[in-house]
């Protein structure tokens, strides 16, 4: 490939990073025996929140949303970090993809 | 649990799927060895599950975002090769360094998806191995998800082999860009996810419309990357991704006309 094109990618490249340096308020939700604790959880409006999600079951589950367009696996035993927000108030349910019918939840935004 | 394991192994497989058929059908018009495609596969298929097995170290990379990297990572690279199997096709393959690079870029293409699309795969998978009673049923469904999964890329494959060569090739052309461009979108998405792009309110909403959940939501997601709450940076990747290859692609053949 001449440079040319490899100049056009590395723009390209380049241009879809930015980055973003606030702290977020840090919010944790549980899966234990496929359900999430809490089920619901009120985060704040217009707000980017970081979220921890801890899976204490042995099976991996993925946490998914397509309200927030989020997914992401928690493996077994582990935990995970997803960014959220900000959002404006509503609310927006979430599930365990590998366990749907009872990892079953919803972030309230106030 | 048995229809679940199938949707979920069905909208894993389906994308890598797409891939693979649209390099398959390019095979077959320009006889390159199907074989190297399969070694792709497998190698692929080795490194998912390395993946799988050391995903709780690679979640903790990056604060806690190491998934979200590796995969936007994988996706990035996925759109690249596709970007040069474009390219090379439009360059030809007529001279035997031509050829060996289209090949590479092929095999790299199917180890990057099977990467990305297996590791979720194994993971869903291999945590029932603590739940013994519902291995079988999940594997029973895993099995028919992967089964449709293919034969919606055998169905594609073969409607692009029997059509005219010159039409082929158009249909391919579009498929590879719609792929290309839903890897973008979703690079997008995870480092959104992971908060290394800015995170914004969505550009527009269709969920009333177009459903993520429903059949032609999923379908049209593996597709085109479909997202019913897309942000304004997403959008504007997607259609960057469209317009760099189109670009390029323009750029190629004119200089084959001069």
Known sequence: ?110 | MLINAVVIVLREVLEASLIMSLFLAYSQHVTVSRLSLLFGIVLGGLFAWAYAVHISTVSNWFDGVGQEVINAGLQLAIYFVLLGFITQALIGVSRPIERITLISLMVLGIVLASIREGSEIVLFITGFSSAPDLLQPVLIGSAIGAGIGISVGVCIYYLLVTMSFKNSVRVGYVLTLLIAAAMISQVVQQLIQADWIVSEYPLWDTSNWINERSITGQLLYALIGYEATPTPIQVTAYFSAIAMIVFVSFYQISRKTK
């Open chain 1, 1 to 110: 490939m001449n440079t040319f094109l490899l100049r056009v990618i590395i723009l390209f490249s380049l241009s879809i990073l930015a980055f973003n340096v606030k702290a977020a308020p840090v919010f944790e939700l549980t899966i234990q025996q496929h359900l999430f604790y809490p089920a619901e959880l009120v985060i704040p409006a217009d707000t980017k929140v970081k979220l921890i999600i801890k899976n204490q079951d042995d099976t991996a589950e993925e946490f998914e949303s397509y309200e927030l367009n989020r997914e992401k696996v928690i493996p077994g035993q582990s935990s995970g970090v997803i960014f959220i927000g900000p959002l404006p108030a509503g609310s927006y349910p979430f599930f365990g993809e590998f366990f749907p019918k009872t990892a079953q939840g919803k972030i309230i935004v106030k």
